[in-house]
């Protein structure tokens, strides 16, 4: 039989439904290195998905603090996301660009490919838009 905890909250809060995931994202655990892997649902998505995917946010933290440094400026999530983005868009449209992050992958730990793949495998899935035309250019 499950039991559950509960936990009183501030006057005026109101806790609806836990937040919905879009269909094939998959959480990764919290306190754990990353470890996701992406699952394509065949639908487009757009930079906002990914700002709300916990595991692209995720992800991006690991490459933003592989490639600034772990004592880099902290960010935002929504920043994070955004970084990881970017960071794709270029590895995507920037042959130079794409020569250097590969080198730099192959000598990261397993945590950080596992990022990198994810972040690219989701940004694969991204729809035409303005966003990621002014990424090309």
Known sequence: M???????????????APPQLPSGF????PNAG?????????ET??????QQDPNFVKASKVIYEMNESIDADKLTDEEYAK??????????YNLPSMT??????????????KAFLYMMESYDELGISWNGASRFF
């Open 2 to 16: 499950a039991t559950t905890d509960t936990v009183a909250l501030p006057e005026g809060f109101v806790l609806d």
């Open 34 to 42: 990353f470890s996701a892997t992406f699952e394509d649902t065949g």
């Open 100 to 113: 250097l992050d590969a080198a730099k992958i192959s000598g990261s730990t397993e945590e950080q490919k």
């Open 26 to 29: 998959v959480l990764d655990e």
């Open 83 to 92: 970084y990881g983005i970017e960071q794709m868009g270029w590895f995507n």
């Open 45 to 50: 998505l757009y930079d906002e998905d990914l």
